[in-house]
């Protein structure tokens, strides 16, 4: 059996190893974003009227500057959908990729709830309970936050369960903005699946600071 310091080491790193995870997948938000937002732009000028080719203008500017791009654009009927099939690749990436760092965080949630059984203060219910029931917990009124003190290896346990649950459920809604993504989505549609996939509603920031503090203070007093 560890002693209390040899736990609270394993379990501390395994907490900055979990928020290093948490990290990666805060960088694809944006990323994720931008591909969305890509999305939306290609459909909307997938929408609008073809060019009228029967100006006189827009022949001479057409023949004086024919790149392949507005050739191609001409030759298929004014309708290109390389940028639309381009960005859904890019946001299918991006729910790889996620999926990916939801699956090592997942492992590592299991190693600390292994490391909080080999030492007698915490081998007793509450501590289990406690983890499965801030893993329900998505009001951040129920959730206290503790002290950032190094000795409470337990706060890094609910911590990590309860930051796991929440990027988990953002990570469900991107899957399924990315799978509801089609031709024929409103502009209506479109709008609500970005701002919801920018706001974040899943995320509360309160406890990703009170996170990453314990990491700034415990790094500093190492």
């Not at 492992?107 to 983890?131: K, P």
């Not at 309860?162 to 469900?172: F, G, L």
């Amino acid at each position: 059996m560890m002693s209390d310091c040899e736990l609270e080491d394993k379990v501390f790193s395994l907490f900055k190893n979990f928020m290093a995870g948490i990290a990666k997948f805060e960088e694809l938000v944006p990323m994720g974003s931008t591909f969305l937002n890509g999305f939306q732009h290609a459909l909307e000028f997938l929408r609008r009227p073809p060019i009228n080719k029967t100006s006189q203008l827009v022949k001479n500017i057409i023949q004086s500057n024919e790149t392949k791009r507005v050739k191609s654009y001409i030759e298929a009927g004014c309708i290109n959908t390389d940028d639309v099939q381009s960005c859904q690749l890019g946001l299918h990436d991006h729910i790889r990729k996620g999926k990916c760092i939801l699956n090592k965080l997942e492992c590592l949630l299991e190693d600390v709830r292994g490391a909080m059984q080999d030492i007698s203060l915490f081998q007793d219910d509450n501590l289990g309970e406690r983890l499965n029931e801030q893993a329900c917990i998505n009001d951040k009124e129920e959730f206290a936050l503790p002290c950032p003190r190094r000795n409470e290896v337990s706060d890094y346990a609910v911590l990590m369960v309860v930051i796991y649950s929440m990027v988990t459920q953002e990570y469900m809604m991107q899957e399924r903005v990315v799978s509801a993504l089609s031709l024929k989505l409103s502009s209506g549609e479109l709008d609500s699946y970005s701002l919801m996939w920018s706001l974040r509603p899943y995320i509360d920031e309160e406890i990703m600071g009170h996170a990453w503090k314990l990491i700034r203070c415990n790094v500093r007093g190492s």
